[in-house]
């Protein structure tokens, strides 16, 4: 059971709104066990849809598109659709008298174009819009060799007409058709290697013959481990990813900081509000400007950990507000794990924090030398001392971070955080 997924829109052409509709209905088809053979996005071109019709029914059990079925001369899906089959558009009177009393329940006359989205391929059944006015299609493709057969449903492109219209009226066709077979996924993430040192360690794991499939994606340093199960059932499919997903944390070990939706910044805010202790986090910043401030803060009731932060900027600033003394500055430079050691341990002990975090880097495009060239940044962690409370532990660390000035600042802001995480884990960081 497979399917193909058509975006129709200029708009979604030049890519001036994101289509979203095609990940929503890949994840609704991957529920259910179908497998999704592509994506593709057609301009308002009455030719350019044909084609795409053509070439895609001819590869899929079911293709679904969405868009194009408005009232205005742009949009040409049914058309097209109609074209394709060697049909003319009939009227559906049914849904023209319930566009009729729309119109006239809002106190007006249906405009004469509206009538077009009464109208579809003769032989092919109108799928009821109960959010909008664009009724649905569904139809079935059968080549001229009468050899390739395929499912057509038509939504509109709005997405909340067309996530009602599948839900209600496309997918159990498709489910029906898998007989219980299920696509079950689950996304786990890490942060502090790069992707071919994750893939090394999970050796045979991914081997793209493995069902289970595990596949790796990487967006803002993260790489994402995306496991895919395809089984007869949703049990065994369960079954298998629960199998595969332990099987992947046993090879990657706490590198993994997150599953699904969870993103780094909820992870170290969950360890900080961790059972009956309530710790807090306190930031002194340089290079990311408030970044690791608004990374733990973008998080909902992080009040309950996040004390306060600083963005020191210059040497007077964290001489000033911070206290690090300017013959450390002078004699390291600001840049350098004296210095951002300073930073967290004074951070800290003015925030009365159990933990501060310090960064101070070169971000670029410039300001880097041959000892200290741009992407080169100092992360300092202060902790209460155990022994003696009003003292702190600080662990410094230097890094090299490639990439660009947006890059370099995300990931060092990133790795403060992984610093932290792993400190709460009772763990080193091994990398």
């Known amino acids: 059971m497979t399917a ?22 890949s994840q609704q088809l991957a529920a259910v066990g179908c497998e999704i053979f592509g994506h593709a996005t057609v301009p308002d071109d009455q030719a350019a849809i044909e084609a795409a019709i053509r070439q895609a029914a001819g590869r899929c059990d079911f293709l679904i ?42 106190g007006r006359e249906m405009p004469e174009m509206n ?21 649905g299609i569904d139809a079935t493709y059968q080549s001229g060799d009468l050899k390739t057969t395929c499912r057509v449903f038509v939504m509109p492109g709005v997405p909340k007409e067309m996530r009602i219209m599948f839900t209600r009226d496309v997918l159990p066709h498709i489910a029906s058709a898998g007989g219980g077979a299920v696509i079950l996924s689950r996304t786990l993430h890490t942060f502090g290697l790069g992707e071919s040192m994750v893939a090394e360690k999970l050796g045979d794991l991914m081997n793209r013959k493995r069902n289970p499939s595990v596949g790796t994606t990487v967006a803002g340093g993260i790489v994402s481990l995306r496991i895919n199960a395809r089984f007869g059932s949703r049990d065994e499919a369960q079954k298998q990813l629960d199998e595969t997903s ?54 909902p009731g992080s009040s309950a950990y996040f004390r306060q932060g600083w963005v020191t900027y210059s040497n007077e600033a964290k001489y000033e507000r911070l206290g690090v003394s300017m013959e450390i500055l ?55 001392d155990p022994a003696e409370k009003t003292k702190s532990i ?25 610093m932290l995480r792993y400190h709460l884990l009772q763990t080193d960081l091994r990398f």
């Open 65 to 106: 598109i969405s868009g194009g079925i408005g009232p205005t001369e742009d949009d040409l899906t049914r058309q097209a659709l109609g074209a394709v089959m060697g049909v003319e558009l009939e009227m559906d009177a049914t849904w023209l008298a319930k566009l009729t009393d729309f119109f006239r329940s809002r």
């Open 246 to 299: 332990d099987a992947c944390r046993a090879a990657l070990g706490d590198l993994i900081f997150g599953q699904d939706e969870q993103t780094l910044p909820q992870v170290v805010g969950d360890l900080l509000k961790n059972g009956d202790r309530r710790l807090t986090v306190a930031t002194a910043e340089s290079c990311t400007g408030g970044l690791l401030a608004k990374m733990l803060t973008d998080v």
């Open 330 to 384: 002078n004699v390291y430079g600001a840049v350098s794990e004296h210095v951002v050691g300073a930073m967290a341990k004074n951070a800290r002990r003015l925030a009365k924090a159990n933990f501060a975090l310090a960064i101070s880097g070169i971000a670029g495009p410039d300001g880097g030398s041959t000892s200290k060239p741009v992407g080169t940044v100092c992360i300092a962690l202060a902790a209460v």
């Open 4 to 25: 193909i997924i058509l975006s129709i829109g200029d708009e979604l052409a030049l890519g001036q709104t994101v289509d979203t509709n095609s990940a929503w209905i």
């Open 394 to 418: 600080v662990q410094q660390r230097t890094f090299l971070f490639s990439g660009d000035r947006d890059m370099i600042r995300d990931r060092s802001a990133k790795m403060a955080l992984t």
């Open 115 to 135: 009538k077009i989205q009464a109208m579809i391929p003769r032989g092919a059944m109108m799928i009821e819009n109960t959010a909008g006015t664009a009724a």
